[in-house]
């Protein structure tokens, strides 16, 4: 069966993949169909603002892993092309909702056209420089093509021979941001959010960074990392024994930083509880995990407690 379905395709813009970068045109354009052609979401303000889960998105982009997504989105965000926010009031649901900022430069058509008509840049970190391949072109062509940028470099030609002399890039390709750099930037300000939360005075070294950077590297956001640390803050600060893992080292290490992080989600999708005396407080004031208040008089009968 062909790969060529009569099912709805991704289309992009090449001017937006040149602007923003391919895995964050894709998604941006699929944000825009659901804010433009459906009716899915909510609209606040006189802005449309929609939402699909982690799974629901990856189901729109079956050729990509869940790491490649969030730091797709991520990225979109940190250009200014998209924004999240949490719209709904309730503390306890923690809901991401997608809207696009049709106001930023990098989605304006002119000032697109201007810059890649002024300037060979690649926009985009994620895709190294496209290297000059030579294609062989349909039966009885006497030449070969070259996949190039769009560099006013010639091509010398020879007709007698199957042969391409490639010349050196009349303008110079613009230096792109390094991904190692991008991660230490990041994994800083999650030290820097360690140090103000757990008071501590951790420094800037390969050993307070290592774990952190390596989080990040794997996928995982800033925004997950502290909220790591806000969980652990809030379950270990008043513990003297336990405040001692409040450290990079600890928080973000392979074996432990997953289940951290989901007890972490459990916790802020309960409204951040505050511990007390060991246990987590409910709104309430009741604990969670402690029968102290338990009225045995409504047990009923045949279960434990109850009264005979």
């Known amino acids: 069966m062909s790969l060529l379905m009569p099912s709805r395709p991704i289309v992009i813009n090449p001017d937006l993949a040149y602007s923003i970068g391919l895995n964050e045109a894709i998604a941006l354009q699929q944000v825009n169909y659901w804010l433009k052609e459906t009716t899915s979401g909510l609209e606040r303000d006189g802005v ?30 940190n250009l200014g092309v998209l924004k999240v ?33 002024s300037k060979c840049t690649l926009p985009s970190g994620q895709n190294e420089p496209m290297e000059e391949v030579k294609v062989e072109l349909s039966i009885g062509s006497k030449r070969a093509d070259v996949i190039r940028s769009n560099c006013t470099d010639v091509l010398t030609e020879n007709t007698t021979e199957n042969t391409t002399d490639i010349k050196t890039p009349s303008c110079p390709v613009a230096s792109q941001p390094d991904r190692d750099v991008l991660i230490t930037d990041q994994a800083k300000q999650v030290l820097v959010h360690l140090n103000q939360v757990t008071n501590s005075r951790y420094q800037v070294s390969t050993t307070s960074l290592q774990n952190i950077r390596a989080r990040i590297g794997e996928g995982f956001t800033v925004e997950e990392l502290t909220l790591v640390v806000d969980y652990c803050n809030a379950k270990w600060g008043n513990d003297l024994k336990m405040s001692d893992y409040l450290r990079p080292q600890t928080l973000f290490q392979p074996s432990k930083f997953p289940g951290y992080l989901k007890s972490a989600n459990n916790w802020a999708k309960a409204g951040r509880p505050a511990r007390v005396n060991g246990e987590w407080a409910r709104e309430d004031g009741v604990f969670r995990s402690s029968f102290q208040n338990t009225d045995y008089s409504k047990v009923p009968n045949g279960f434990r407690g109850a009264n005979s």
Do not use: H
């Open 85 to 117: 926010e949490q719209l709904n009031k309730s503390q306890r649901d923690m809901t991401n909702y997608y809207t696009i900022n049709y106001e930023s430069e990098l989605l304006d058509e002119v000032k697109v056209t201007k810059s890649k008509s």
């Open 48 to 77: 449309r603002w929609i939402y699909n889960t982690n799974e629901q998105w990856l189901e729109q982009f079956p050729f990509w892993s869940e790491s490649t997504l969030k730091r797709t989105f991520t990225r979109l965000k």
